[in-house]
């Protein structure tokens, strides 16, 4: 039976296309990057039946306890995209320095960043998770890069995309065309186009956050969740639902899917620890910042687009608000106002 259905591999030969100055080495890179989330997913599917649950008895640079599995997929990565000659050097969540490519192998024009395993402290109760990746052109030191050639501003980004591994494998990924998702067939061990041009709804009824920090809030945080509990009683007058699954990237999924706001906010604890924020700007930020508007939604700090930040480090945080641009504008503008009044 000739399968008529789009393989990824089809779908980003005729997409590097629209890449100025792409060629297959672009579209090879994709496919190392999709093989290594295809081994993680299958890591993932197996659980326990692997014995790598649990924790590695180890922090990465964030200070975080390293589940088994967060190393193993940070090995995965490295080992599958190094070989080949188009990277110049990787980032990672789990790593404190830049990775470069061993001397043997040859280097390439890009720059790979990436959280291998991102919501991992769901791994070991069997809740989704995922990947998250986002890939630069090395524009300055390409034979040895340092933690400065990978600071661009998200609107560098070539590519941007997550796998979630979730009751299906699914990747979504932007080359700056829109965002296209497929889900593995798990028979053949393709991904297949299954969502063409994913788009968020402008307006929602759904928010995700984190409701136990409400207490370390700014003022136009709370005003916005309060208003959002308040529900038809209220001043926004409709009721709204609320999610909180505690992995970024099926609730950046949800949102692509259904539309709603997803908030991981500045507040005191992290002020009192000298953190801008929870979320990684240059591996969890920029790549869902990247693929939401490029599905119509927006992504801000609630001061500024997240795309237009000046990195300053290599594993800087930000406040992260995404989803549906109604809601992101609106809980913007309450920043605006509570700034103006200070
Ligand atoms: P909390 C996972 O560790 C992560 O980086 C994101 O995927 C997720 O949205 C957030 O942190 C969850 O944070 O404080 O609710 O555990």
Known sequence: MHDNRTTLTQFLIEEQRHIAGATGDFTSLLNDIVTACKVISSMVNHGELMGVLGQAGSENVQGEDQKKLDVISNEVFLKTNEWAGHLAAMASEEMEAVYPIPSHYPKGKYLLTFDPLDGSSNIDVNVSVGTIFSILRCKG?????????????????????YALYGPSTM????????????????????????????????????????????????????????????????????????????????????????????????????????????????????????????????????????LDIQPSSLHQRVPVILGSKEEVERLAAYHAEHDRGQ
């Not at 030191?141 to 995309?161: I, S, Y």
């Not at 067939?185 to 968020?200: A, S, V």
């Not at 208003?227 to 609320?242: K, S, T, V």
């Not at 591996?283 to 801000?300: D, H, L, R, T, W």
């Open 141 to 161: 030191n390409c034979v040895n890069p340092t933690a400065e050639d990978f600071l661009q501003r998200g609107t560098e980004q070539v590519c941007a995309g």
């Open 171 to 306: 990747m979504v990924i932007t080359t700056g065309n829109g965002v296209n998702g497929f889900t593995l067939d798990q028979n053949i061990g393709e991904f297949i186009l299954t969502h063409p041009r994913m788009t968020i709804p402008a307006a929602t009824r759904e928010f995700a956050v984190n409701a136990s920090n409400m207490r370390f809030w700014e003022p136009p945080v709370r005003r916005y969740v309060e208003e959002c509990l308040a529900g038809r009683e209220g001043p926004r007058g409709e009721d709204f639902n609320m999610r909180w699954i505690a992995s970024m990237v099926a609730e950046v999924h949800r949102i692509l899917t259904r539309g709603g706001l997803f908030t991981y906010p500045y507040d005191a604890k992290m002020q009192a620890r000298g953190l801008e924020g929870k979320l990684r700007l240059m591996y969890e930020a920029n790549p869902m910042a990247f693929i939401v508007e490029q599905a119509g939604g927006a992504a801000s700090t609630g001061r500024h687009r997240i």
